[in-house]
């Protein structure tokens, strides 16, 4: 335990280390949660080589989602102005591809164990998760992800992700687990629909996991729907029906609200031979290439303010949600000790009442037993029975409250709320029903003044956090900020491949022309 306890400290201080020169708020929040932690490890919901920094990523990342062929690779390649992912028509790549800035001259494509094995990555021990839904697939995880690390500049600072496409095979399960784990821990998730496919009532099921699943989350503005490969749709003799086709869908699903994008590859588009027409197609496509390359050019800033959101809530789900359900199942064990010591002793209570009588009646007759005399007229024998006696009672209330707690434990598993860690609230049940610890206390074990006072800091210091963000891309108190898009520009000058320069300049420019 004590070597456990030195590697996360090891992995926190390196974060620090990182983030002291990157983004010194962050460092502050790195701290914050280390009082969150304090808090956790006198409650039991956290072991000692376990810390709430460690749980969220701390790189910005864009997440690509959508079927097969629905341009995800393509529209990568463009994005960071190299072939970096396999293109086709048909499934070219199973895995989910994790691509990160290189300083080497080659791009390398490195196993999945490269991901699983290292803290730094989101997805340290994400073969765990796949093996709770597939037993011993966590195995495999190779067929499952891979790392592509790249010296492309557009890839400096974040983390892009390229998933499987969403039609059923053999791992289905496992996959869709890997993309809720990438949905939560992501800055950006871009869902791309193939145009080329304008049949979305065939896909049903895959609409229902990437717009219904989703849009109703509290994050649910970090999604980008995207109909790729819209150029196909060109010669068609209505193309906007084909746009109203895939809107309708998704309005069914639920969607009614937010940008609904259409683009396309230029570099493998299909000519559009009426010039009216191709120009129609190009503007809009780069309007809207512009707007997404904007977002995914903000991911760092986004990435700043989900951190600070992750604190608060953790410091709000320990005070509002943890401690509530811990007295809930505290009350539950309380009430089921106090019955079992009830019957207890009141069977106790009735059968020295009716040993008494039963003596009573032999003492009338002139019979008592020879050794109840000899107890009698020996108080140290008297005082070594009375012992023992005690003893066996406070065992046998011991066995109870092990007993209640089992129990409840079992309750525990079976009306779990959504979005509570089983293994936390079991630990810090058990830590609050130990022996040692007073049966009455209201609070569960580590729940107290201090507890309560630290708690409260951290929420006062997450509202300076995201006042501090807001002083760096705000400006509240005086004349209006710079547009975001204008910081957008910039970076894309000084990271972007030509692309993306081109298409977030372009969106600038118009902005300014609008006033």
Not at 45 to 72: C, E, H, M
Not at 221 to 231: A, P
Not at 277 to 286: A, T
Not at 482 to 507: C, F, K, M
């Amino acid at each position: 335990m004590a070597s456990a306890s030195k590697a996360i400290e090891k992995r926190l201080q390196s974060l620090e280390a990182h983030l002291e020169h990157e983004n010194p708020v962050l460092l502050n929040v790195v701290r914050s949660f280390r009082e969150l932690d304090r808090v956790a490890y006198g409650m039991g919901l956290l072991n000692r080589d376990q810390s709430y920094a460690t749980r969220i990523p701390w790189w910005p990342l864009v997440a690509l989602l959508g079927t097969f062929s629905a341009g995800k690779s393509s529209f990568i390649n463009q994005y960071l102005g190299t072939k970096l992912q396999q293109t086709g028509n048909q499934a070219v790549d199973d895995k989910f591809s994790v691509m990160c800035f290189s300083r080497e001259g080659n791009a390398r494509t490195l196993p999945g164990l490269a991901l699983d094995a290292d803290p730094r990555f989101p997805f340290y021990k994400i073969s765990h998760e796949i093996e709770k839904v597939a037993a011993g697939e966590g195995r495999r995880i190779d067929a499952y992800m891979q790392l592509k690390a790249c010296p492309c500049d557009a890839l400096k600072g974040k983390i892009i992700i390229d998933s499987p496409g969403f039609d059923a095979d053999a791992q289905r399960t496992s996959t869709l687990r890997i993309t809720d784990h990438i949905i939560d821990l992501s800055d950006l998730v871009l869902v791309l629909f193939d145009a080329r496919h304008p049949e979305p009532g065939a896909m049903q099921d895959t609409l229902q996991h990437l717009v219904s699943d989703t849009i109703n989350r509290h994050d649910s503005n970090k999604f980008l729907y995207i109909l790729n490969q819209i150029d196909t749709t060109a010669r068609e003799d209505n193309p906007e029906e084909v746009i109203a086709a895939w809107q309708r869908a998704l309005a069914q699903k639920g969607l009614t609200a937010g940008r609904f994008y259409t683009i396309y590859n230029s570099e493998a588009s299909v000519p559009i031979d009426d010039p009216a027409l191709r120009k129609r197609f190009e503007s809009k496509r780069d309007a809207d290439l512009a707007e997404i390359y904007s977002r995914m050019h903000q991911v760092e800033v986004e990435r700043d303010y989900r951190i600070v959101g992750s604190l608060e809530k953790v410091a709000r789900a320990i005070e509002e949600r943890h401690v509530p359900y811990l007295r809930e199942l505290l009350d539950r064990w309380r009430a089921k000790v106090v019955w079992g010591d009830a019957l207890l002793f009141g069977g106790i209570t009735g059968a020295v009442l009716g040993g008494s009588i039963w003596a009573g009646w032999w003492d009338g007759i002139h019979f008592v037993p020879p050794w109840l005399d000899t107890v009698k007229g020996h108080p140290i024998i008297s005082g070594v029975i009375a012992a023992i006696v005690l003893l066996i009672l406070i065992s046998l209330h011991f066995s109870i409250r092990r007993g209640a707690a089992r129990a409840c434990t079992r309750g525990l598993l079976r009306e779990m709320p959504e979005g509570m860690q089983r293994e936390s609230i079991l630990r810090a049940f058990a830590r609050s029903t130990r022996p040692i610890r007073w049966m009455f206390s209201r609070n569960p074990a580590g729940w107290g003044r201090g507890a309560r006072r630290r708690i409260t800091k951290v929420l006062a210091d997450a509202n300076g956090y995201v006042q501090e963000l807001n002083d760096r891309f705000t400006n509240p108190s005086g004349p209006g900020a710079e547009p975001v898009v204008e910081d957008a520009a910039a970076q894309a000058r000084e990271t972007g491949t030509p692309p993306v320069i081109e298409a977030v300049e372009s969106l600038s420019e118009r902005r300014e022309r609008s006033g």
